[in-house]
Every structure is written in C-alpha cells, then in structure tokens.
T-cell receptor, first 116, second 116 residues
Framework: EAGVTQFPSHSVIEKGQTVTLRCDPI?????LYWYRRVMGKEIKFLLH????????ESGMPNNRFLAERTGGTYSTLKVQPAELEDSGVYFC??????????????FGPGTRLTVL | GESVGLHLPTLSVQEGDNSIINCAYS??????FIWYKQESGKGPQFIID?????DKRQGQRVTVLLNKTVKHLSLQIAATQPGDSAVYFC???????????????FGQGTILTVHP
C-alpha cells in the first residue's frame, strides 16, 4: 500500500511569488492534516480536513495560506504571496478513523519550501 | 498555552547501550502521547503511543513511560543500533470533546546519534 506522498519535494521561490504544495493521502483515509516545521522549531499543526470539509484550521498563520481538498482525496496548500518566514518543511499526514480517540497519523516525506 | 518540550536537544550513545529520551508536557488534558522518529529526508514515523490513563507501554525494543504527576514522558530504546540514529519527537494529542477530532502538538526534537 502506498504511503502519503507529497509534491514537490523541494521548492525554491522568491518573495512575493505563489507556490502550491500537493498531498496525496493514503487511499481511504478521510482525515488529512497539514503541519509545518520552521527551521529550528517544533512541528506545528496547520489544519485538518475530514473528507472535503475543514474540521480545524486554527493553525493557519494568515490569509496568505489557502488549503483545499476538493472531492475529499488529495489536498493542496497554496501560499500567495510567499514571505521569507514561510520557509520550512511542510508535512502532510493522513489517518483512518478506527473508533479510537487517537488514530495513527501517517506522515508524508514533506515539502521543503525556501523563500528567497 | 499547550506545549510539549524536550530536556536535551542531542544524545550520543554507543551501539548496544540503552537510550533514554525525555520530554515534558504542559497540557494535562491530553488523551494520548506519541513518539515519532524522523530520519533524514523522511517524514515523522510512528514508534509507539500511550494513552493518558496508562503509565507504561512496551513495544519491540522500545518502552514509553508516562509520569502524569510531573508531566513527564520518556522513550527508552534497548540495545540501541546505528539504524536508530534519527530525530525523535514527542507529541501529545487531545481529542475535541472526546471525539477523534484533534491535532498533534509536537516537541522540538532530540537528535539521537548511535556510534558503532
């Protein structure tokens, strides 16, 4: 079974440009999460989709970030316009509801974003 | 606010020794605590979790201890191997209203280096 995949693996853009990150969760996983790790800091939650609906977007930094999950399958995270402080590694994770309070989240390899 | 922190950023051990990685947390309302391992170029990989009403859980070569009195979590790795070299993150999970809807809160990470 394929794991969570993310594209691209690396992206280098200039300040003010737009970047779109993509995440393909494990097939059948209704829950999809976005996290990011800024250099030297902890991994922080951005938002959580249940199927195509945003369940929790409390971690989104500001309105320059837009996440979508049309059709409840893959998700995109767009940053427009990108700022220097957006640099970091963006992780996507997915999980399947197995009737527990905590259901294991499987992480993708991440997209390393560098804003110059 | 909710936070999960680590005592030491780096840990070096000899192959065959036992490793202990520590973590402090602040939110006593967390439902689960989880340890993740992250190797270079990969996303966090689940190691083991423990429910908040437990104080010990064992896996293959790993043991997680939870001390709720002092809000402390530890990961013990027995007979550490070079392949265990990675960054280890502790995380907490709290389900909203007793549901499975929640987010992971991560600590900064400990770099474990195993010398042959």
């Amino acid at each position: 079974e394929a794991g969570v995949t993310q594209f691209p693996s690396h992206s280098v853009i200039e300040k003010g440009q737009t970047v779109t990150l993509r995440c393909d969760p494990i097939s059948g996983h209704d829950n999809l999460y976005w996290y990011r790790r800024v250099m030297g800091k902890e991994i922080k939650f951005l938002l959580h989709f249940v199927k195509e609906s945003k369940q929790d977007e409390s971690g989104m930094p500001n309105n320059r970030f837009l996440a979508e999950r049309t059709g409840g399958t893959y998700s995109t995270l767009k940053v427009q316009p990108a700022e220097l402080e957006d640099s970091g590694v963006y992780f996507c994770a997915s999980s399947q509801d197995r009737g527990r309070i905590y259901n294991e989240q499987f992480f993708g390899p991440g997209t390393r974003l560098t804003v110059l | 606010g909710e936070s999960v922190g680590l005592h030491l950023p780096t840990l070096s051990v000899q192959e065959g020794d036992n490793s202990i990685i520590n973590c402090a947390y602040s939110n006593s309302a967390s439902d689960y605590f989880i340890w993740y391992k992250q190797e270079s170029g990969k996303g966090p990989q689940f190691i083991i979790d423990i429910r908040s009403n437990m104080d010990k859980r064992q896996g293959q070569r790993v043991t997680v201890l939870l001390n709720k009195t002092v809000k402390h979590l530890s990961l013990q790795i027995a007979a550490t191997q070079p392949g265990d070299s990675a960054v280890y993150f502790c995380a907490s999970f709290r389900g909203a209203g007793g549901t499975s809807y929640g987010k992971l809160t991560f600590g900064q990470g400990t770099i474990l280096t195993v010398h042959p």
